[in-house]
């Protein structure tokens, strides 16, 4: 009798504990939690120090980056289910020269796998187009002092800006400038300098609820210069039209990489 007693206690022990499993894992794909994008600008292994790395291009070329800026937005998280999660209407600017640029923070996303993030370098034509009014934050024209971010004179923003020195550009104080934009014009076809970078994340970005995650992206300023295409600083050590800035957002679009989770 007490064998049975105790087959049966077990057995409803057992129940009792996949029950309860099921239960926890179910809540654990509840509610939702904050995913962050971490930024990390690096001259190949090595941090990006402003005004201070001396790096090399593919061409022998020595140069130093002063400054480097460029505009997030169009984010999408997809999950392993397929579900696609959107982040419309938020446009953001990471800068190397502000530390807490270089983290963008996505609220409120549902608890899941996510397994691919997608992301574009630029402020797409839709949002480019709109009335000033409605272009606000980041996106304010008058709000970026000396550090422009946007050419009144093409009516567009820059989309990727690099600037540094080098002993082989000719311009005066050995500068060399990258100012890329460009989104396909409103009633004139442009060059369209829009990237969209499609990354397959290295392992699951497990969102659960009232929960933190984070996606360390590196950008590779090496790759700005020697991707697909070869940039020589002395040839063209100036690039600021929108034909001249296709080989360059060429080349950075492959220069994002998803490094880690954490």
Known sequence: MKSIFFKAAGFVAVITFLFACETMNDDELTGSGTVVLEFDNRIGSNELNLGQ?????????????????????????????????????????????????????????????????????????????????????????????????????????????????????????????????????????????????DTMLSEDLAVRNMSSSTAHVVLDVTKVFDGINSLKIAETPVIMDMTGGMKVSANYSSAFSMDHIH
């Open 53 to 197: 790395t001396v790096a090399s291009n593919n061409s022998g070329e020595e140069y130093t980056v002063t400054t480097l800026n460029y505009f997030v937005s169009n984010i999408q998280l997809t999950a392993m289910d397929g579900k696609t999660i959107s982040f419309p209407d938020q446009y953001y600017i990471v800068r190397e020269a502000d530390e807490a640029s270089q983290r963008i923070t996505l609220n409120d996303v549902p608890a899941g796998d996510y397994h691919h993030l997608t992301y574009m370098i630029g402020v797409d034509s839709l949002k480019s187009v709109s009335p000033e009014a409605e272009r606000t934050g980041v996106l304010d024209i008058y709000s970026y002092g000396d550090d422009n971010m946007y050419w009144v004179w093409n009516s567009g923003y820059i989309f990727f800006k690099m600037e540094g020195v080098s002993p082989v550009s000719t311009k005066p104080g050995n500068v060399f400038k990258f100012h890329i934009g460009g989104f396909g014009g409103k009633d004139t076809a442009t060059p369209n300098n829009l990237k969209v970078i």
